[in-house]
């Protein structure tokens, strides 16, 4: 075919010169990620983050194409050059199942959107799956073992998915540009060229070991700076009350939703179709949102309109062993007239940013190995100084989230409200010491 | 106030510190931005330009903000300096009056996003308008009258509106920025250091007179690269055909398009109010396209499906003169089963990159003036050759766009088809020689 | 042999696997390169374009490298691709033979150094020509007749040297970069992605063509805001008048010379080997301007401090036929003190930023030819309006210098400085009115 | 004054507005800092590092300027606005005294470039030292002060020397954009965003924590990437050895010194004043080992050679107690006609990422401070784990350097360098098993 290039702020421009590629970006399951968020809720904190699914999985395909090439023309020895294609197709693959505000949606309505990658590329009533059926009858269950991590060729799964992926390695480059962080950027161009297979698996030539290195490091402070950012959580928090809120009326206001959220019926009915998922995206659920804020219910208007308007809850954050001070904040908000169960959450983020292979846990990571002058390979946390102290500890942290209007020392409420600023010393849940008697 | 600060891919930081700007972001009006895309149907063609006008506005107030800061600290003799803050609400809100897919829906439902802005300023039922009289109550009035041309003050209004001004200098960073294209990038701190308030305007320094030039050629590559795309344009068309279309049927199917589109319902009926506006955004509006898809309305549904799946119509340039060539290619078009009204278009996209002041035509331009060392003034074209040739010349194209399946060479249709492809060359319509009897 | 990489802020890696190259770069006459700035005297007006010769030849090595790879791979029906090395080679030894301050040198000792590059390349005593040759023997011919433009393959020759070649693409970048001017910069990806060879040349797709646009005007701006930027050619007038002045005193104080600038007597004799030409940079020319300072000499220790402390020139641009002016200029000038002949300079610099080839001038050039679909090819400035403006025409300025001293009012021979203020208005020479009687 | 400004490729531009400032940067002391390279022999590793260090101390100047610009605008009751000017000429002062590639050259003459520094402030004979007393007689000694950290007001010796300081700010970004090495980059904008002046030093707002972590992990990135590179060190062990060889010949050899280095002579007579100090750069001294290149002392010709072409010694790594096979390496380079005292060396770098303040130890270093919203601070590395884990720890490596002669594999000495290779594995010091009987 005629080589068609896609012009990308982040890898400048990302060929396709492969059929099979083609038609499955032209696929209406593809096309479907345009209308999807990368980063969901963090746009309301980095106005710049609006890029959508779409791009972040070109990008993923083209950094395994990247790699594949380097594999074929270097490494032919130890690397099966007719796996490319696979693995580029199952880069391009391997979010297809996201959906609008996957996190908050999941959890309230117990969608899995890796279950749901697995179905389009398996459910014989795709554009996807027609596309690489004809390719070849058996590609779709290849694709989707790769992406499930049960594909037997170790050096393609983990190029998909490991601590260090074309995967991880495209949404910290993507979520750094679009956000405006300066955290996410490392050296790609370094890591390609240090990146190797190995019989098993992959690994990286020791030269390139400050390159890893620095990309642990910008992978931790992404999370830190932008993933975890308590404002984007605020909306995430939101976002699930009102979902809660609306799963709570349902039974008592079917013609409600059934008018202004129909493709929402199914799920609150909770019995869903992969027709029915795939026919939400932000935009679809946005304009639900916009329509129960004509809602009679007071609590969802005023969240959805909270949730449309960006009136974000504002939060503090908590050690274990706060729950009587959280007991106490619930009550003081619930005594301003806000029904806790809805303007409030509690809200926990935990990264571990790198870890070593542990056979005994559930999922095991997948370390990260440097390969040696001498053939010999070591683990990258015995090399780095700083990636051994992020190894196998978790960073993060809880918050409680509660309305802003908690925080307005107005002359109403005031007592109400300076018993609240008690509980809150310089952003962090303020520990009531106990008196002894 | 304390300071507060918007991280931004193409500025950095967007510091706000007064309390009128500040309430205005977080006004519903400004916030609804969030849902409107700066380039609309380009992010089909350029994926990674899915910034909102939110993001725009933002930086068009940031823009202003800079200039009039160093207005006020080096040219208060000539500047008057409780002008800023006027300034900075008008950049601020100058765009505020955008709807969904702009250009499109306002050919389609006489709409006009300059007096929705208008309105939206003016009309005491907006929370924008609230914030402003709050502040003063001749202030909507005095902020209206810049962005409408109408205000005393010229340096102001160039400010906003000219040649070279605070939201042209932010659109071509910013698109430059997202659709990674490379063209629009200029030295805006040298533009910074060497604009100048006169007396009734704005002038640049000398100094920067190679700097003014690169923006007018940045500006006109952003056009003819970015802007005049034929495959956004491709997308606009469709766009049309679709939403003519349901004018079509709507007068038949007034139930469907009820339930299906409800916010629409007032465009179809000629009756729209300022909330009636307000209530559409790009996720409504493509909410919409969605549920016709199940139209038994076989155009309405194709055209849906293909807006939303991507199916873009093909096209060829061509000259004023070509009408038989269009007319034949049009009849080929419908013996191959396609409606020409609903499945061809002609789109014609021309810019006047610059101009001279020209007082005897309709808005006539402001000319851009470069301050020479004795005080004189010149206008830019005299200066540099690269403007004199693009001044007063008007670039662009003439396109005629038809579906993609005219072009795919099968068996079906094939003459149809090859005399179809008889009509165009090098991408170009193919004049036919008009054969002497 | 293991593949080499030089880190470069170009480029970000450029990569040697060929022993050929690598052993090129470690001979004495590439090292030597090192120490020979790429801008001259540039680099007092652009503090950070200490960039070296040696850094820019690299540059173009990699472009070749890059170019002959797409070609060997894309295009070896029309691409030989047993010249790829040719090229790669011819890249990276086309400057070779610069000096220290080539342009100022050049014209006061009569040497060129594009003989000297051939001389490099050819003769037996070198090691640059001496790897070559164990290559193969008729290696240095070839890769001398390249550079010299009599190679038998013209797809070659322009590669290396045309209006749109390896260096100048790489000269625009790395100039750019390290002046921290925002103009040289085009889309050099874009530009890779379209050039071709075409049976007897070079040719670039017509997709490409608002790049190559992008690229000439690159160009153009790149010499009128920095190489012709008239404090650097303030510089190069000062180090002429210098080298003048050595050259008038060398007969009568050979002993000092001797001394001083051992390395210069050859140049002063007008007896050069290759050896002494490539005994001389920028380094030991510094040095001997510095113990030039000490020379009892008024005029040379005075422009040699001038020179070393950055002293600079001002200057007036002006027309043909001041004459008159230029006299009476002059004549103030000796009447404050100065020599004339040492302490003024007429500098002119004019640049033709593309023309058509035209077969009857001297020295005609390549055009730029845009290649079709359907195979035919078009001349650039057919297709762009502002290229067209540029064809054929020269652009650049005449400027008269002269010392800081005759602009500084004091109270001191106020009346010669008036009357020298008066020849100038807005940095221009102002052209006396003739009266009649 | 009529601002002047300077392009600059790491801050943009910087502008000079100060009368003061201007005349400093114009004296010859100032300028022949053009003539010495930031980062010494780094630039035959890093062949884009070839900035001066004008350029570096333009950028603290600059950083000076935008710091206390932002003090003087928001913290008036706390800083002084009348030390902004004192700060900004200490900033561009800061590394006046540097020399030729300082450090090699300090180890072996004794000279040191912070008293160098002192001098140049404070003696009569400078143009330094007569603008500044011009501007006020007890300028030089408040200037000196700073730079000596024996200045009254803390704030001002803590934003000129700190753990994080405008010094350190500029070289990393710098010495980043230079080198093309993509490590040294840091969020300058919000660290100027959050930096504070306290009573009796400088602090960050805890809002800026990440940013001055980030800046510290940079910080060592670099060093470990860029400053501790071996090739680098490779050149400054070599040109050690040279001087060192130069210093013992040339009691018996005078003459030859006189003629061919004779600003070299005070060091070698160690009678050295500072305008001997001055008359030296790197261009001086690269010209004199040019010269070198002709002595009749084989080691000396042979090591400038080594030197002027870029003949990098080799090395490996090494712990301490291994002096029973560097004995033994030194053995077998010497039995292959390398004289170890010139042909070998040993090369320890260790840095001190980040320390808190430790009252007992020479040079205490002063901690950072990050600021809460209570109005406490807290020691930055017990917030940040990646800081806590660089803090009081070193960093670094020892190296043996040798001939790379002892790694070619020919048929001659085959022996001998097969003995060699058994001493190292995977490029570090192999410890033989000492064998128990």
Known sequence: MIEKVFR?????????????????????EFQRLRRIKQLGSSSFTFHGAEHSRFSHCLGVYYLARRVTAIFDKKYADIWDSSESLLTMVAALLHDIGHGAYSHSFERLFDTDHEAVTQDIILNAETEVNHVLSQFSPDFPEKVASVINHTYSNKQVEQLISSQIDVDRMDYLLRDSY???????RFDLSRILRVIRPLDNGI???IDGMHAVEDYIISRYQMYMQVYFHPASRAMEVLLQNLLKRAKYLYPKEKEFFAITSPHLIPFLENKVTLEDYL???DGVMNTYFQSWMQSTDKI????????????VFKSVTFDEGSSSEL?????LIYALGFDPEYYTAVHLNFDLPYDVYKPDVKNPRTQIEMLQEDGQIAELSTLSALVHTLSGTIHGDRRFYFPKE????DDLFIDIKEKFACHIKNRQLHKTQIQDK
């Open 178 to 184: 679009f956000t405006g962080a300066s955290y996410g």
């Open 300 to 311: 969802l208007s005023d969240l959805a309109s909270r949730f449309i308007n960006r009136k």
């Open 8 to 28: 990308d702020p982040v890898h400048n421009y990302i060929p396709v010169d492969d059929e099979l590629i083609y038609k499955l970006i032209n696929t209406k």
């Open 279 to 281: 026919s939400l995206d």
């Open 327 to 331: 007991k106490d904040m619930r009550e």
């Open 406 to 409: 908690m925080l307005i020392q």
């Open 203 to 205: 690994a990286f030539s």
